[in-house]
């Protein structure tokens, strides 16, 4: 190993010497974006809910995944939102590692790649890059994959034009230390290794502080199961019902949907009468059946959280009539079926698979215009949800943070999110329903809303109608996605996109009045 380093460390004094600033430069930013990239994605879960939205919004409208960004969106994007002040953090104060770098310079550089102005690089340009290569490799202590491969595959356009491309692959930079910056770079080590000691050891002392009052009430737990009865929690029991003045809406077959008010103002949710058989399917002008659709009794809900942001409040007291939901979330198949009735281009569905799979890719104004075709395909009255609508269906009596209640160690019961998606969608229905019968609220994809966008809940219908006055060209998105951790899969939480915007992220699922 200290000869491969050796060798690497003299292949950099020997670029330098020639004057070959180019292929120094070049080379370290590529380890450079990379490092930083790594770095984006493993501490992305980290931030705060509303600056993993920014990042979303960001790589939405450049139409980029994290491995296209560059080295300034990168920094800009750390900039906007908490990354610095999670990395200094977790790292130690003592590393301030962006504090030794000038990102302007750093910027700058690599605009000059991008714009084939590699030739007027100095010796100066080159050793800076090379000791921020290291200081960025050692702060984060990354173990990045072999990537000469790709670094030898360097343009001979992209280095100076005194060299052969021979020579390019011969003179190639891989992650290789400076002799000027090897003081630098222990010290930076010794430090990381000091300040894991440090954190061991009293993760070591609080764990044991923690779990030795437990020991007893363990023991306790396991006797009480095994001699005590244990209730059956599959089923679950009927909550009280409080008397409010409201009326029944009456199907067609002259039935009563049961109009009730949840109680959510306790602070573990409430089980829900179980349905028997309510979903439903209308036909098609071709004899084929439309989506599922689930009843949903209306009743009355505390709308928002106070754990969130300010858009969340304040929390009020919504009533909301009898409605039907989508059981699923709109497929490929059913959204496929109106493209090509339509004569509309079908969407991207970026190699996953078709299918019963979430259709993604759709904006608001798509997901409207299939709506609008499917009333008329059905002669029934189809929309988008409300935001309240959703948020009431999506609780299903819950006045946790989510259907299930807090323990988000449950989450991957009833959704796919970001630690068992795989980065990607998955076709709809796999995971548990919530007590209203409805999938996948929880993940999959964002799920596009009738209501336009407002900065919180002042002046809120509070019918449980959409809010579609002022002259926002935003409109909203619940549910989350496949992609993000599970602070974004709360019930409450909110987010807003223009109607044109397109992503992987988002899909819709609809809902059913004047039942």
Known sequence: MNDDNTSKS????????????????QNSLISIEKNLRQVIKRDLTRLESADQLKVMTHLTSKKKGID???????????????????????????LQVFDTINLDKLVSLRNSVAHGKQSFYTREDAELM??????????????????????????QTMVDSSLSKTEVNQNII??????????????IQFRVWLIE????????????????????????????????????????????????????????NGSLVPERVLDVSKPKAQPIEPKTDESFRDTLKDGSFGPEFVLIPGGTFQMGSNDGGSDEKPVHLVTVKSFAMGKYEVTFEEYDKFCEATGRSKPDDEGW??????????????????????????????????????????????????????????LGNYGWYGKNSDSKTHPVGEKQPNKFGLYDMHGNVWEWLED???????????????WISGDSNFHLL??????????????????????????????????????
């Open 452 to 466: 336009k966008w407002h900065d919180s809940y002042d002046g809120a219908p509070s019918d449980g109608s959409a």
């Open 353 to 410: 698979g078709r299918g019963k799979r979430p259709v993604i890719n759709v904006s608001w104004n798509d997901a409207k215009a299939y709506v609008q075709w499917l009333s008329e395909q059905t002669g029934k009255d189809y929309r988008l949800p409300s935001e309240a609508q959703w948020e009431y269906a999506c609780r299903a009596g819950s006045a946790g943070k989510y259907s299930f209640g807090d323990d988000k160690s449950q």
């Open 68 to 94: 296209d960004l560059t080295v300034g969106e990168i920094i800009s994007l750390a900039r906007e939102t908490e990354f610095f002040k999670v990395w200094k953090k977790t790292f130690g104060k003592e």
């Open 10 to 25: 003299k292949l950099i004094e020997d670029n330098l010497n020639a004057g070959h600033y180019s292929v120094v430069v």
């Open 197 to 252: 000691v440090v954190l061991i050891s009293t993760a070591i002392f609080l764990g044991y502080l923690l779990v030795t009052p437990y020991i007893d009430n363990f023991s306790n737990f396991i006797v009480a199961q095994i001699f005590s009865h244990v209730p059956d929690v599959s089923k679950p029991q009927p909550i009280e019902s409080k008397a409010v003045e409201s009326s029944q809406d009456t199907l067609k």
């Open 130 to 155: 090379i000791a921020y290569q290291q200081i960025i490799s050692k702060a984060f202590s990354l173990e990045l994959p072999n990537i000469a491969a790709q670094e030898n595959q360097v343009s």
């Open 174 to 187: 891989i992650d290789s230390p400076s002799p000027k910056i090897s003081l630098v770079q222990k010290t």
């Open 478 to 515: 619940r549910g989350s996605s496949w992609y993000f951790d599970d602070s974004l899969l709360r019930c409450a939480l909110r987010y807003k996109i223009d109607s044109t915007g397109k992503s992987y992220y988002w899909g819709f699922r609809i809902s059913k009045v004047n039942l």
